[in-house]
């Protein structure tokens, strides 16, 4: 097991929210460890265990250059004293990007796969070629959603959390969300923004509870509103969004998932959508590293990299 530091409810204070009366508070997985930031310390703690416990050497796992999914894996199996290899999609870029830079000196082997194969992540045949490509791995899938995952991200909710009327996250694979809803109270709703164009996600998280046989005991609805044009775009309403968020509570967002996340609840709060005395729990699901690639690639800074 690996040691996570104490979960902690962090209470906003702000005018806006005592003027519509609503209570927000950011549950602060970015702090549950140095290197496994937010979600995905949840997402691969039962995964690793599996692998350990059946022997095995190494993980494989996929994701983009930039992915978090990739950067804690890599930190993570480390940690369990398993190799890994990272399938990366797209060309290689030299020198890495921070994102990768990290994961190979945790000891990653990185590996880039044409855009045509990766879309071929999840195909039995793909799978079984890597398998025979690289024997004694433990497959973990992009972004690491899969049963093992659901279990873990299903602790995020604490007994102290029970009193909370709305539960909000931003949703990418959906193991997450997945997870919020497999420990929801009758009491609350879970609302989740997706990062993604599109509606499809709801049939995802459908068929996510269904695979997994989760009946959710709490309401669940996705916001499709808040995704800036679609996953990874972004525009200077959300740069300044994320900044002013960070001056006034001292909190690091990301552009890709927790930005935007903020920045509908907050455009929520301001319309009404909430009813006075609501008790609101956002929950930050890490990944600040990706600030550093987000510089890179835009040259536009973000908090972290002027701390």
């Known amino acids: 097991m690996i040691q996570a530091n ?70 993570a199996t480390k940690l369990f004293g398993l190799n890994s290899i990272g399938l990366i999609r797209g060309e290689e870029t030299l020198p890495l990007n921070p994102t990768l830079d990290f994961a190979q000196s945790q000891g990653m082997k ?107 005991n709490g309401e669940w609805e996705i916001n499709t509103a808040y995704h800036f044009g679609g996953y990874a775009k972004y525009n200077q309403v959300l740069i300044d969004f994320i900044w002013e968020f960070y001056e006034s509570f001292g909190i690091v967002l990301d552009p890709i998932y927790t930005g935007k996340m903020m920045f509908g609840i907050w455009d929520l709060i301001k319309k009404d959508q909430f009813l006075k005395g609501s008790k609101v729990l956002a929950i930050h699901t890490g990944g600040p590293q990706g600030n550093f690639g987000f510089y890179e690639r835009t040259n536009i800074k973000l908090p972290l990299l002027s701390e």
């Open 6 to 75: 104490p979960i902690v409810n962090q209470t906003l204070d702000h005018p806006i929210l005592e003027e519509k009366g609503v209570e927000l508070a950011i549950k602060r997985l970015d702090l549950i460890h140095p290197l496994i930031s937010g979600n995905k310390f949840f997402k691969l703690k039962y995964n690793l265990e599996e692998a350990v416990n059946k022997g095995y050497k190494s993980i494989l796992t996929f994701g983009g250059a930039y992915s978090n999914h990739i950067q804690a894996s890599a930190a």
């Open 110 to 216: 990185i590996e880039y796969v044409n855009r045509a194969d990766y879309r071929r992540k999840n195909e039995t045949e793909f799978l079984d070629e890597l398998k025979k490509k690289y024997p004694n791995c433990f497959i973990i899938p992009e972004g690491g959603t899969n049963s093992l995952a659901i279990q873990g991200t299903a602790e995020i909710l604490e007994d102290g959390d029970k009193d909370y009327s709305d539960i909000i996250l931003s949703i990418g694979t959906g193991g997450t969300f997945t997870g919020i809803l497999k420990s929801l109270q009758p009491n609350q709703k879970a609302l989740g923004i997706s990062s993604l164009k599109g509606s499809f996600i709801n049939k995802e998280i459908s068929e996510l509870l269904e695979k997994n046989q989760i009946l959710t």
